[in-house]
């Protein structure tokens, strides 16, 4: 009933796309069209014996390098069939769709493993999966980076990674951060430094504990998602390297778009100025430098600080509140910006 549920949410929400599901997709003209070539240029260029990070068909004669590039390969493997019988444009918004079920039913799982229960994991899942970020992006089509459904899978198979300690869940674990890799690498990227993390509060508090060998033997399990997400990934990465070897870093003045797309630190409190309610006021009133992606929603944050104050909750819920703190730090950028406004002197992070 779980994913009905958010199935019939993902319907609402998204209304009234289900209207004109076969015909409309979302965004505002400026990158939907991308993710749509995206997802036609993959079962294209596999189906004629090429490879999907270049292509001859963009630039002709020269072709374009598309290894940088958001592609979204899973994106367009997933739907290959719907595309094929359906279109394209069905299959891309059955693709929206499957992206709020599936990151709504991963973080029902993973809140349902700290909580227990049902109504509670079936808010924490709608409270990720329909953020306002997420709509934010889906608004501007930008679909590949809406794509966050895997990051919860991948969390709750590296808590089962901890607890269990089986070399399949190793496996299962490099699956989800490979999924996240092939569709969006700048979720793969985040997650990395998120495993990093995470892997140090968990080691740390072993060797407190003096639980040497614990230490170690996870350690290894680490070591083997890191390796079999280094394969899995291969293509892209050599690909990336021998580009940057052939034709040097890319060369940019300044900070380049760092500056532009970092957040404010007013944006993690207001909404953008697509908000149905807030957005006049966001208009008239604020300065952001692109769009604010940041807001957190005082919802969660209330549940956050319930956690942090409940004893049955505080140990666990102090490990998220340093991940967020930390991701909120690095999401400022080089420059720290309030309203607009940037300070010269780079953030702490």
Not at 242 to 267: C, K, P, Q, Y
Not at 308 to 327: E, H, M, S
Request: aromatic fraction near 16%; proline fraction near 5%; charged fraction near 10%.
């Amino acid at each position: 009933m779980t994913i009905v549920g958010y199935g019939v949410l993902a319907l609402l929400l998204t209304w009234p796309l289900a209207r004109f599901w076969t015909t409309h997709a979302p965004g505002d003209g400026s990158d939907d069209p991308a993710m749509l070539w995206n997802l036609w240029w993959v079962p294209f260029a596999l189906f004629n014996g090429l490879t999907p990070l270049r292509s001859d068909y963009l630039f002709w004669p020269l072709g374009v390098n598309l290894v940088f590039y958001t592609l979204a390969t899973l994106n367009a493997v997933l739907v290959m069939p719907f595309q094929l019988t359906l279109g394209l444009v069905p299959a891309n918004t059955i693709l929206v769709w499957f992206e709020l079920i599936m990151g709504g039913m991963g973080m029902f799982y993973v809140a349902r493993r700290v909580t227990g229960g049902l109504l509670g994991p079936f808010l924490a899942g709608s409270i990720f999966t329909f953020a306002h970020s997420r709509f934010v992006y889906l608004s501007l089509g930008q679909f590949n980076i809406a794509a966050s459904q895997w990051v919860p899978w991948y969390v709750l198979a590296l808590w089962h990674m901890e607890s269990r300690a089986r070399w399949r869940d190793v496996g299962l674990a490099a699956l989800f951060l490979l999924a996240n890799g092939w569709t969006e690498f700048t979720y793969a990227s985040f997650l990395v430094l998120f495993t990093l993390l995470w892997w140090a509060w968990h080691r740390t508090g072993e060797l407190r504990r003096g639980e040497w060998r614990r230490a170690v033997a996870r350690t290894r399990q680490y070591a083997g998602v890191a390796l079999l997400f280094a394969l899995g990934l291969s293509p892209v990465l050599v690909s990336m390297m021998i580009t940057l070897r052939v034709e040097g870093d890319f060369l940019v003045e300044g900070l380049g778009f760092a500056d532009v797309f970092s957040n404010d630190l007013v944006g993690f409190w207001v909404p953008s100025h697509l908000h149905p309610l807030l957005g006049r006021w966001v208009r008239q009133d604020l300065n952001f430098a692109y769009l604010n992606f940041a807001y957190l929603g005082y919802v969660p944050l209330t549940f956050a600080l319930i956690a942090l104050l409940d004893r049955r909750t505080r140990a666990q819920a102090t490990f998220w509140g340093v991940a967020l703190i930390t991701f909120m730090a690095l999401s400022l950028g080089p420059t720290l910006r309030l309203n607009g406004q940037q300070w010269g002197a780079p953030p702490p992070l």
